[in-house]
């Protein structure tokens, strides 16, 4: 699927921003805009203790519409250590994001924080280097869905993933190889309690780890910062190629149902390398013994 894109680039330092569309370029300094600055108060409660904080700067959609791009369906921020969130038009039009500047009256430490009312912290991407305004929806309905746990069972565990230590599992690469899922482009991962990222294989995800605890797969990856590893990773999909993890389907009817069309057919493929024709309530209580579905 072709996708189009415009892409900002926040100089965090000066809080100036590079807007790049296919050859034009306008440079927006957040400082000097006569946009006009909002405050917003957020509370945070860590071990006991509530920090209620002031934060002052730029609304996310005043940008936006400022600049006339007021269409898109989804917005990417990367900081330049790699870290990424993603926000769905319909999550800033619900939490009317900002891009702080100040913090209880004063120039925080770091720049161009995004401050997301209503989302967990870990969406308050800070010294945001690029944000991308997505068109166009990246995902297309599988047509094949892997089975990663009938996979994995087959190989021997790795007692060591470099270069983490005391923990044992599989590389991702690992799991691939016995699959057609291709080791580049983006791919969408999701975890259990439904955090989702969309990473590009052979910059972020080349080096990556499974690593299993107790019946669950955690990601992890030396190329991206730790407070985006996915704990309890459950989907992953390239192209029109995915990956289930069984286990961590913790309400497997509902998960199950975003990802096989239940008016669809289906061939399955077998641990026991038996192949049929399924209807959906037949692959919903066979699904430890399978180890690929095809969706037609």
């Known amino acids: 699927m072709k996708k189009y894109f415009i892409l900002l680039l926040f100089a965090f330092h000066l809080h100036s921003v590079t807007i790049l569309n296919q050859n034009s370029s306008i440079e927006f300094d957040l400082e000097s805009t006569n946009l006009t600055e909002i405050e917003i108060t957020t509370e945070r409660e860590k071990e006991g203790i509530v920090k209620k904080d002031i934060w002052q700067g730029i609304s996310l959609t005043d940008i936006l519409n400022n600049l006339n791009f007021k269409q898109y369906q989804s917005i990417v921020f990367k900081s330049e250590d790699n870290y990424q969130i993603e926000l769905s038009a319909e999550d800033i039009e619900s939490t009317k994001p900002i891009i702080a500047l100040k913090l209880n009256g004063e120039k925080p430490r770091y720049a ?45 565990i790795r007692k ?4 983490f230590v005391d923990v044992s599992g599989y590389t991702l690469y690992d799991l691939l ?31 990556a780890v499974l690593v299993k605890e107790d019946r669950h797969y955690h990601l992890r990856s030396i190329s991206f ?72």
């Open 112 to 156: 161009n924080r995004l401050i997301v009312p209503e989302k967990r912290e870990m969406y308050w991407i800070q010294n945001i280097a690029t944000i991308e305004l997505l068109q166009e929806d990246f995902l297309v309905s599988p047509v094949v869905i892997y089975i990663a746990e009938s996979i994995l069972k087959t190989k021997p």
């Open 160 to 163: 060591e993933l470099p270069p």
């Open 177 to 207: 190889k016995e699959t057609d899922l291709h080791t580049e482009g983006v791919f969408f991962m999701q975890s259990s309690d439904d955090i989702s990222h969309k990473l590009d294989y052979q910059t972020l995800l080349k080096e």
């Open 225 to 296: 910062p730790g407070g985006m590893w996915t704990k309890n990773l459950m989907y992953l999909q390239s192209d029109d190629k995915a990956i289930l993890f069984r286990d961590s389907c913790e309400n497997l009817s509902n998960k199950l149902s975003k990802f096989l069309p239940q008016n669809s057919n289906f061939t399955v493929h077998f641990e026991n390398g038996s192949v049929q024709k399924s209807d959906y309530q037949s692959i919903f209580g066979n699904l430890d013994k399978i180890i690929k579905i095809e969706i037609h």
